[in-house]
C-alpha cells in the first residue's frame, strides 16, 4: 500500500507534483534512487527482492507510480506489480505507457495496483482491481491509495486532500514544502486516519518528494530512506535533472538527424 498525492497541471511551470509514502514491510530491502541501465534513461529506487520499482521518472519527463490494492482473484504466481512499473517507464509517452498498462493487466497476471501516470501532455489513472478502468488526471490535486482515486470513503486520502487544500499551492516550493510536512505528520491514535503509519512489522518505511517542471534545471527529486517523521530528506535533484537533459540533447539531435 501507499499514499501518493499529484497536483497534475495547476502550476504551469511545474505541471507534475508529487508526494508518496510507501508503506511495506520492514525487512523488505530497497536500494536509494539511482539511475537505472537501459533506455531511456531513469531514475527510480529498486525494490531488491523482486527488482522492481513503485515510483520512478523517465527521461522524457514522464513519472509513474503504483499504489497495490486489493483483488478478489488473483493468479497463483502473480508477475511483480514493481516490475510493471518499471516497464512502463520504458515508455515514449504516458498515453503509451497507459496502453501497455492496460494490455498487460487486462491479462490478469498481477495483483490489484492503481498506477498513475503523467507527462506533461496527459495525466492517468489506471485502476486495476477487480475491474481494470483508466481514468485520465483532472486539473489540480488528486490522492490515491488502496482503492479509487479520491475515494471519498478513505478517510486517510480525505484527510490528505484536506491538509493539502489548507491553502493555495501555486508554486513548486510552496507544495513541496507543505506536503513534506503532511506526510510527514506523526502516526495518529488507532482508529484514526494517519500519514505516516507504523504497525509492528510494517509500516511507511520510505517517502519520496517530486517536482516536473519545464526546464531540467527546475526539477526536484527528494527522498527519505525512511519514515518522513523519523529520517530526513536527501537530495537526488541532479540525478533528476541529469537524465531529463541528456533526454532533451536526444531528441534534438534526432530531430536534426
Known amino acids: 500500500m501507499c499514499l501518493l498525492a499529484i497536483q497534475y497541471q495547476l502550476v504551469p511551470e511545474s505541471p507534475i507534483l ?26 527510480a529506487c529498486t525494490d531488491q527482492v523482486a527488482s522492481g520499482t513503485w515510483l520512478g521518472v523517465n527521461q522524457h519527463g514522464m513519472f509513474v507510480g503504483v499504489c497495490n490494492r486489493p483483488k478478489l482473484f488473483v493468479s497463483p504466481s502473480p508477475r511483480s506489480r514493481g516490475l510493471l512499473c518499471r516497464d512502463l517507464l520504458r515508455s515514449g509517452s504516458a498515453r503509451l505507457a497507459v ?10 497476471n498481477y495483483a490489484g495496483a492503481n498506477f498513475v501516470i503523467a507527462d506533461s501532455e496527459s495525466g492517468w489513472v489506471v485502476h486495476a482491481g477487480d475491474e481494470l478502468e483508466a481514468a485520465q488526471l483532472e486539473e489540480g490535486l488528486s490522492i490515491i491509495s488502496n482503492s479509487d482515486v479520491d475515494n ?3 478517510q486517510r486520502v ?13 508554486s513548486p516550493v510552496k507544495f513541496l514544502a507543505v506536503a513534506s ?11 484514526r486516519p494517519s500519514m505516516v503509519i507504523r504497525g509492528q512489522s510494517r509500516g511507511t518505511v520510505s517517502s519520496t518528494l517530486l517536482s516536473l517542471g519545464m526546464k531540467p534545471r527546475d526539477a526536484i527529486y527528494q527522498y527519505a530512506a525512511g519514515p518522513p517523521d523519523r529520517t530526513k530528506f536527501e537530495d537526488f535533484s541532479p ?12 531528441t534534438r539531435s534526432e530531430v536534426q538527424v
Open 99 to 108: 496502453d501497455l498498462a492496460m494490455e498487460e493487466l487486462h491479462a490478469g
Open 158 to 170: 480525505q484527510m490528505a486532500h484536506r491538509l493539502l487544500s489548507l491553502q493555495t499551492l501555486d
Open 181 to 191: 510536512k503532511v506526510f510527514a505528520r506523526a502516526p495518529s491514535p488507532p482508529g
Open 239 to 250: 540525478l533528476l535533472r541529469d537524465i531529463l537533459s541528456r533526454g532533451i540533447r536526444e
Open 152 to 154: 471519498p470513503r478513505d
Open 18 to 43: 508529487v508526494a508518496c509514502n510507501r508503506e511495506e514491510s520492514y525487512d523488505r530491502p530497497t536500494s536509494a534512487p539511482s539511475i537505472q541501465s537501459g533506455k531511456p534513461r531513469v531514475l
